[in-house]
Every structure is written in C-alpha cells, then in structure tokens.
C-alpha cells in the first residue's frame, strides 16, 4: 500500500479555502490534456487559463491546450473545464473547484470567481505536481475589498520587476486591492525638484503597472498624501509658503526643525488639486486614498487662530471636505486615514456617506473593535488597517504582526467593514528586506480572505511550499522565529523593536536608555541585561546558520538567502553593540564592530540594488553609517 507523503497528511493552502473535502482518487497531470473555457465571455478566462496552462507545464512537465467549448475535445482527452456561469448560485468572487479522477472543474458566477479558484488549483498543482489528490471545495471571500499598501516613500522605491513580482504573489492570494504610498515619489511633470533624487514612478510606469494589475483583478489605487506628511515638498522654497509651520514644529515624536503639515489654505487646496490633475488619469481605478493623517503642527502655526476659535476638528475637516468636493466631481470616491476621527468621533457625523475611512493601528492590542463599532454605529464605510510590523525591526516582529493582523480582521468581520488594508511602512531608513515582509502579507491576505479559515493557519510553512519552494521547510519558519527573536532582549519598544533602536540610537543616549531600560533587574547584584544579550546573540548566530543552510527553488533564492541573512547580521551587530554601548568588552570589540559595519553597509548597498531604485538610498544608508562613525 502506497504511504501518504507528508504535504498528502497536511497540504497549506494561501489561503486556506472555507470549505475544502478530500475525496478518494487522482487526476493525472503528466499526461497532459485540454484546458477548456465554458460560458459566458471566455475571452474573459484566457489570462488565468495561461497561468494554468504555464503553471502544468513547469510543474507536471507536460503540455495542456487551450481552447473553448467542450466540443473541440477528443475522445478520451483528459480535461480541465473553466465554467463561468452567472446565476450558478457562487458568491461575488467565490468559486467551486472540483478535482475528480476524469475531469478537473472550475465553476463561478463571474471571471473574478475563475480567476480565483485557478490560483487555488495552481497552488494545489503546486504540491502535488503529477497526480492531483482529489477534492472538491467551496470559496468565497470575507472582505469585498482586500488591500495592500506598500510604502514607497520612505527611501526605498522598488524596480518595476520587484513591483510585478510582488503583484504576482499578492493576487496568487486573492488580494484584490493595491496602493503605493505616495508622498514625492512620482514623478509630476511640474515639480521636478521634489522628487529629482528619489528615482519616482512616472505616468508610464504607473499605466503598465494599472494594465498588470487589472489582468490580475488587481485594483491599483491612487495614493497621494495630501495634509499631512509633506515635509518632501514643503521643505523645497517654492512650496515652504504652504506650511503650517514653515520653520519647524513640536510633534508628538519630539521637536522637527522641518515644516511638515499643509496649512489648510485655498492656495493649498489649489496645489493639492494640481497634483490631482496630474496623477489620477494614470489610473483606471476610480478611489484615491488622500492620506490627510497625522497633521500633528496643525494649529500650532498660521492656523493658531482659527483652530483657537473654532476648534481644530472645525479647521481640519473644512480642508478635508474640500478636497472630497473636488473628487467627487470627478467620479472618485476618497479614502482617508482615521487618526484624527477616531481622536475626535463627533466628526464621523460630519463626514459624507461616499468618504472611506481607513481605520490604523499597529499593535497587537489595537482597539480595532471599538473603533470599528463607532464607525458602523455611525454609517461611515471604512476599512481595518493593520500592519506587517516589518518596520523599525530589521527582521519584523511575527508575534506582534500575526495578533494585529488577526484582530483587525476579526473586528471588521463582526462591525462589517467594507475592507481590510495591510499597511508595509518603511519608517526610518526602509532597513527591512522585502522577503521580511512576506510573513505579514500572506498571513494577512489570509484572513482577508476568510478569517475563520485561516486564523490558525501555519503561515512558515505556507511560504515555504508556495513562496519559497523549500520542501525542507526551514526558511519559512526561521523567518518566523527571527522576527520573534527581539522579545530575547526582555525589552519593549512599541512600534518596533530594542535591537533596531540600538542600532539607531547613539551611544551618549543609548547607554542610558539601556541602563533606564534594566535598573530594576540590576537591583538584585547579577547583570541579567548583560545575560540577556549575550543569549540573543547567540540565538541569532543558531538562526544565521540555519539560513546559511536552506534550499530554495524558487527563482529568487540566493537573493533571499543574502538578504534574511543581513538581517539576521544586523540584529547580532545589534547585541554586539548593546553590550559595547554599556561598557563591557575591550577595545577589540569595538574594532570588530567598525568591521562588522563596513561589511554589512557594503551588503546593503548591494541588496539595495537588487529589488529597488537608486533614489533615497544616500538617505537610508547614512543611518548605517552614522552607526558606524559611533565607533570612532
């Protein structure tokens, strides 16, 4: 009797599907067959057909035809039938995927439903690549609307190929939605002097990138931050007379000596329309998401006198309700983020029925449900907006990401949110390879998808069987403990993680913070800070290896070796230099470190290049170097 191979006892789908029955028997793959269209517009089949079609012939090594109408079949051709069938009884973008021993079936109302049930039968194909067990499932999504947000403006602004590759995997699991956060970064034809170092996206590049999307059933979305968050332009002097606060200003994160919030004036309004008249035609989609978070000098500077008067709610939503004004009349419904709504609720009354709110929060304990609930008792349409936590980490921070993402879903399913975003910031230099980011991706487009399916699922090694291809399954779960080997530290730090503060922070202040951070565990005579580093350290050094021994196939590997394995290096210089910043250790620690860094700035620069553009890496890598000059 034939044993069951361990991917037969546990296959992991990404996502898992609601309902999926195994049954007995195989359908033959090696042999080849005949992928047939059925139903209404099969025209509207032949994208996801040819990703079948390519998908059989690598895996199963076998050529399958394309063609329409059951009719063209020969006797005894073994067949996979694409069915669109509106009115069959499958929810909007749901699907029935049916794997028997004669006959493979694709059934769903509308092309996004056979689209989707072919990247589950591509992800099974996957795993079994020449005999399908068979199965039948039943699917359907959560959300109506399942984003992806990618911060292109802290620094790092990926290739067009990264752009597509990622694309590609986000749509493999059923993401429909996508956003490039945008503050400077693309290139507008009449203010060449904000984005001249950032290497921006150009209006050909974004209408490629909205042509692959759609192919995709990919909605690209607008983005362009349009309130806060502008020190990219306000900086520059033509655009300094539109700051609130031209000559700096107290935040919440300290004191900024750069303007960085619009003061809400006409001239700012007519500026912000500008840029709209420029972006949106690039785009098919018809939603822009105008950021308008965190204007956090608002009233603080030309605007004291009306926020004085008439409340800073008042001044915020009028320049907020002028910019939906002007979208409206273009047919273009707004989104915004849902800070100052939720620090001020009595405005959520105020708000027109067609603004979508964009409800954040990045922490495990976000109160995802009670906002939420707010936002519903008031008719506001909205989306839950968690986050990779992959950012001011290096190596992320799994524990963390999985929680907040799983909150956020499991509040917005019960308070009916309209969608779910998954946010991937670059904070602070964008340290943190792309591969860092895809733990939270994935397990985040999972409960998008359908959240109680995949609350438990085994997301390492989802990515190790379809992202990876590491059929030993090691790469998947080591990046899952590296971004949990910050916790070894004994230390908090909300937003991000001890080891990436140490590695930014200088030492005159650094010392002590780590000496605030373990006075009480020093109380008791023994150094258990010291013991601390000492065992993250080598946790890291067990993980490095690890990484310096797994076997990837897919196409990216050594890229992705190198780039978890800097990672990795950058959290153990991050231990090494803790335990330099409190004294302890001679001056041949310090030498290695000055080494150490000259190696890991020279890996960044390289890795840099593989997946991004040149523009904002001056920027991000002078963190690096500053770290280094700290040991001179």
Not at 500 to 505: A, D, E, K, N
């Amino acid at each position: 009797m034939r044993e069951e191979s361990e991917h037969e006892k546990t296959p992991q789908l990404l996502p898992c599907p609601r309902q999926l029955t195994r049954a007995a028997g195989y359908f033959e793959l090696g042999a080849g067959g005949r992928i047939v269209l059925e139903g209404a517009e099969p025209e509207r089949l032949r994208f996801a057909a040819g990703q079948l079609r390519q998908a059989l012939s690598v895996g199963a090594r076998a050529e399958w035809a394309l063609g329409e109408g059951l009719s063209a079949l020969r006797p005894g051709e073994r067949v996979i039938s694409l069915c669109r069938a509106p009115g069959n009884g499958t929810r909007p973008d749901g699907y029935r995927l049916t794997v028997g021993t004669d006959q493979v079936r694709v059934d769903a109302a509308e092309p996004g439903g056979i689209f989707y049930g072919v990247q589950t039968l591509i992800q099974w194909a996957g795993l079994f690549p020449v005999r399908l067990p068979c199965v039948s499932v039943d699917d359907w999504p959560g959300f109506s609307h399942r984003g992806v947000l990618i911060d292109i403006s802290r620094n790092r602004v990926p290739s067009m190929e990264t752009l597509f590759g990622l694309i590609d995997k986000l749509a493999g699991w059923k993401i429909n939605q996508l956003q490039l956060y945008t503050e400077h970064t693309f290139a507008y034809e009449n203010h060449p002097q904000v984005w001249a170092e950032a290497s921006p996206l150009t209006g050909e590049e974004i209408r490629l990138l909205d042509d692959y999307c759609r192919e995709r059933f990919v909605e690209l979305v607008p983005n362009q931050n349009s309130f806060g968050h502008m020190r990219p332009w306000l900086v520059h002097g033509p655009y300094r007379r539109l700051a609130e606060c031209p000559d700096g200003c107290d935040t919440i994160w300290g004191r900024f000596e750069e303007p960085f919030t619009l003061y809400p004036s006409v001239e700012s309004f007519e500026f912000i329309r500008s840029l709209y008249d420029e972006l949106l035609p690039n785009f098919s989609s018809r939603q822009l998401n105008a950021g308008c978070d965190e204007p956090v000098d608002l009233g603080q500077g030309r605007s004291k006198a009306a926020v004085a008067e008439r409340g800073l709610p008042a001044v915020y939503l009028e320049f907020v309700l002028r910019l939906h004004q002007d979208l409206a009349r273009r047919g273009v419904t707004m989104q915004m983020w849902g800070d100052v709504i939720a620090s001020h609720p009595a405005l959520a009354a105020e708000l027109p029925g067609d603004l979508v709110v964009l409800e954040w929060g990045y922490e495990a304990d976000h109160p995802f449900d009670a906002r939420a609930e707010a936002l519903a008792k008031a008719g506001v349409p909205y989306y839950v907006c968690p986050g990779t936590s992959s950012w001011n980490s290096v190596a992320g921070r799994t524990d963390n990401a999985l929680a907040n993402l799983r909150s956020a879903a499991e509040s917005g399913a019960r308070q009916g949110a309209a969608g779910y975003l998954i946010t991937d910031w670059g904070d602070n230099g964008h340290w943190q390879p792309l591969p860092v980011s895809y733990l939270g991706l994935g397990y985040g487009a999972a409960m998008a998808w359908a959240p109680e399916a995949n609350r438990e699922i085994d997301i390492a090694k989802a990515l190790d069987d379809h992202v990876y291809r590491d059929p030993g399954g090691t790469i998947g779960r080591l990046a899952y403990v590296l971004g949990n080997v910050h916790q070894l530290t004994g230390i908090d730090v909300p937003n991000g993680t001890a080891l990436f503060h140490v590695l930014q922070s200088k030492r005159r202040d650094l010392a002590s913070w780590l000496q605030a951070q373990e006075s009480s565990e020093r109380a008791g005579g023994a150094d258990v800070g010291l013991a601390r580093w000492q065992a993250t350290r080598g946790r890291i050094d067990e993980i490095s290896d690890g990484i310096g021994r797994a076997q990837m196939s897919c196409g990216d590997a050594d890229l992705v070796r190198k780039e978890l394995a800097w990672a990795a290096g950058m959290l153990g210089h991050a231990c090494d230099r803790a335990i330099w910043a409190r004294g302890e250790g001679d001056g041949a620690l310090g030498r290695r470190l000055i080494a150490d860094a000259d190696r890991r700035i020279e890996e960044f620069r390289e890795l840099w290049r593989a997946r991004s553009r040149p523009g904002g890496f001056k920027e991000s890598v002078s963190r690096l170097k500053a770290m280094r000059e700290d040991y001179e």
